[in-house]
């Protein structure tokens, strides 16, 4: 297809973590600031580019299953341009080539603000990858943002930790702090242009380090600073690590009105060897203490946490002592997941829980955090909570939002925008979602 804008149309499929979907905002923004637009399907547009997650197998496989499809395509339509960022792209660089010649560009993650200048190579004829260690330089990308309402901002990229199941230090690289100011800046900005709600993003977030004119900035700081932003109703931050969660951060949960009664705290197992396997830093009581702390700091706090099930060697006691942490803590969401032995890490040279087992510890762990997920949800009715509404529902007369604890709301009312900060009482509880009433 030809377009007016002589560039033609692109096409983005992400995977992966909002780190991804972030970073597929800038690169949107970038290819429409280069004469792109948005293609109207897949298998039209002039440029593909899968932005890709390498952290279960499963998640690496699909993204081959789809390359294969457009490099198909390749052959017929030669002015096709087809990239692979992402986590993927980092991890396999040259590899990816000779697995798939089709390729015009391979790009790591550090690399995204970088697509203008990788494409015009490309438009030179070459086959590029990139894949370097890349400075990370501030955002002067516009990003293309899927909603106009609630953000995403980056504020620290790449990950220290060395969990030994983990690719992400060496696909993301090491920690790379924003400024402060700058970041006060995107903020500004993005209240200016009417969003609400803003996520700060980072692999490890509340690791955030920033040097700014007056000194460090930890994450707490950040937050503080960034609540006095006029027009931002909502603060978030997403994924924090149990051993940075220090007492200026806990203490922010209690006194800062704007940030969010959600908290999304990774633990992955509750036991204490597993946990020292997977070099974590923490033991299981630690989280449980730090978790009443934090509970202590702001009593409606809904916490959700990432769970690895059948980690190498895992005896079947080790993962019931995970099961009584859950029913512990009580989780108001959770992300379950089989153990998946990625190349290059440290679990992946010890001995994998057989296959059967794995399956049946995921099952049940699922069902327990199903259980819990309902019961936080259904604890909700009659409860008032604020609500930030985003969008027309399916039926008529029906707006849809987000609850100050992330559950989706649904509420028909007259004289309801996008984007107003209502507040209303639950009425019932559906599968996916809350019935409310305006108050
Ligand atoms: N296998 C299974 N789950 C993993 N995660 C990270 N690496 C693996 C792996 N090799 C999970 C962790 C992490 C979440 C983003 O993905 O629970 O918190
Ligand atoms: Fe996937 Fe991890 Fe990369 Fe996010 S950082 S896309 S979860 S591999």
Redesign the pocket.
């Known amino acids: 297809m030809t377009a007016e804008s002589g560039r033609g149309s692109y096409w983005i499929t992400t995977f992966g973590?909002q780190m991804n979907k972030a970073d597929s905002e800038r690169m949107a923004g970038i290819l429409e600031s280069m004469g792109y637009r948005e293609a109207q399907a897949e298998l039209e547009a002039d440029l593909v580019l899968y932005n890709t997650c390498t952290?279960?197998d499963n998640a690496e496989q699909k993204v081959y299953s789809y390359l294969g499809r457009q490099a198909q395509r390749k052959r017929t339509n030669p002015n096709l341009t087809l990239v692979v960022a992402g986590c993927v792209a980092q991890q396999e660089g040259e590899s990816l080539l000779r697995r798939v010649p089709e390729l015009d560009l391979v790009m790591g993650p550090q690399h995204a603000n970088r697509l203008d200048v990788l494409l015009a190579q490309v438009e030179q004829g070459q086959q590029v990858v990139a894949t370097e260690e890349h400075h990370i330089l501030e955002d002067i990308t516009t990003a293309r943002r899927d909603s106009s309402i609630c953000g995403w901002v980056n504020v620290i990229y790449g990950c220290n930790e060395r969990c030994t199941?983990?690719v992400v230090p060496s696909v993301r690289g090491k920690e790379q702090s924003r400024l402060p100011e700058a970041i006060k800046l995107e903020m500004e900005g993005l209240a200016a242009q009417g969003f609400k709600e803003i996520t700060l993003l980072g692999q490890n977030v509340n690791a955030y380090h920033g040097v700014g004119f007056d000194g460090d900035w930890g994450l707490a700081r950040l937050l503080r600073e960034l609540a006095k932003v006029d027009g931002l109703e909502r603060l978030r931050y997403t994924t924090s690590h149990p051993r940075d969660m220090d007492d200026d951060l806990i203490a922010a949960h209690g006194d800062l009105d704007k940030l969010m009664p959600y908290l999304h705290l990774?633990v992955?197992s509750g036991s204490d060897r597993i946990l020292k396997r997977m070099n974590r830093g923490h033991t299981a009581e630690d989280y449980l203490r730090l978790i009443e702390r934090l509970r202590d700091a702001r009593p409606d706090l809904l916490l959700s946490s990432?769970?690895?099930a059948a980690f190498p060697e895992e005896t079947e006691a080790e993962f019931e002592e995970t099961l009584d942490l859950i029913r512990t803590v009580n989780f108001g969401m959770a992300?379950t997941?089989?153990?998946?032995s990625?190349p290059g890490t440290p679990a992946a040279e010890r001995p994998d829980v057989a296959d059967e087992i794995g399956d049946d510890r995921l099952r049940r762990l699922q069902i327990l955090c199903t259980s819990q997920q309902r019961a936080a949800q259904e604890n909700m009715v009659g409860k008032e909570v604020g609500v930030l509404f985003e969008k027309p529902g399916r039926q008529p007369g029906q707006f849809v939002g987000k609850s100050d604890h992330l559950h989706a709301v649904h509420v028909t009312a007259e004289g309801i925008a996008p984007g107003d900060l209502r507040r209303v009482r639950v009425t019932a509880s559906g599968t996916n979602s809350l019935a409310a009433d305006l108050l």
């Open positions: 973590c952290i279960r199941y983990c990774p992955q990432d769970f690895i992300y997941f089989k153990y998946s990625r």
